[in-house]
């Protein structure tokens, strides 16, 4: 059976989906998460309730604002399938829905502009050019750093492959591991620009755990 690691610190999220698949997670974390203080995320659900479209790019994000709570009553824009699934759960609607990324994300919100007022509480270290696409008048992107993502070295577990879900693991992974002889598999193209000095990088079609571990497991000729 063919070991993949699995460098998110959500391996009971991510496992499930490679195992599905016939292959099997070694959990590797590779990023250690800093919540911001309990002040920006309260403030961060005060404007949520007034703005007129939230942003959202994680399930993270859902479950560190609203875990116990709904999410308001406010349109929201979701990076992928998963984000939009935990949007969905904790009670919010979902207008927009990415699929492949916050840069096709912002292409399709941009057919709509302008979109008034947008909070997007979101991780301290993330991209923000994508976001060039949908400023104009009319539309203000208020963004909230609401956690962080510290790259940590793994462990040395031997693996065939290895599943990246954010720049900032490839970085972790980095710190110890080389990349050598691994197939390599990235969540999105964001995170694909991290390894691009490795060849070969698979990249599902969708941003999702599920859509990895399916693209991984036909690459490395899984049996289903």
């Given at each position: 059976?063919?070991?993949?690691?699995?460098?998110?610190?959500?391996?009971?999220?991510?496992?499930?989906?490679?195992?599905?698949?016939?292959?099997?997670?070694?959990?590797?974390?590779?990023?250690?998460?800093?919540?911001?203080?309990?002040?920006?995320?309260?403030?961060?659900?005060?404007?949520?309730?007034?703005?007129?479209?939230?942003?959202?790019?994680?399930?993270?994000?859902?479950?560190?604002?609203?875990g116990d709570e709904p999410i308001p009553d406010v349109p929201v824009a979701a990076v992928g399938e998963s984000t939009?699934?935990?949007v969905e759960e904790?009670?919010?609607?979902?207008?927009?829905?990415?699929?492949?990324?916050?840069?096709?994300?912002?292409?399709?919100?941009?057919?709509?502009?302008?979109?008034?007022?947008?909070?997007?509480?979101?991780?301290?270290?993330?991209?923000?050019?994508?976001?060039?696409?949908i400023r104009s008048e009319g539309t203000e992107i208020v963004p909230f750093d609401?956690?962080?993502?510290?790259?940590?070295?793994?462990?040395?577990d031997p693996v065939d492959a290895v599943a990246f879900a954010s720049p900032s693991a490839v970085e972790g992974w980095l710190l110890a591991r080389r990349l050598d002889g691994l197939v390599v598999g990235a969540i999105g193209h964001t995170t694909a620009v991290a390894v691009t000095e490795h060849r070969p990088v698979v990249i599902p079609a969708r941003p999702s755990h599920r859509a990895l571990a399916e693209a991984l497991a036909q690459f490395l000729e899984v049996p289903v």
């Open positions: 059976m063919k070991r993949v690691a699995i460098t998110t610190d959500r391996f009971d999220v991510a496992a499930p989906w490679f195992a599905a698949r016939g292959l099997l997670p070694v959990r590797l974390p590779c990023i250690r998460v800093e919540t911001a203080p309990d002040e920006v995320l309260g403030q961060a659900r005060a404007e949520a309730e007034s703005a007129d479209l939230l942003l959202i790019t994680s399930s993270r994000t859902v479950d560190l604002l609203w939009a699934a935990a904790a009670g919010g609607h979902v207008r927009f829905v990415g699929s492949a990324g916050l840069r096709l994300l912002a292409a399709e919100m941009r057919r709509e502009l302008p979109l008034g007022r947008i909070v997007f509480p979101r991780a301290a270290n993330s991209d923000p050019d994508p976001l060039r696409q609401v956690y962080r993502t510290v790259p940590i070295a793994p462990g040395r």
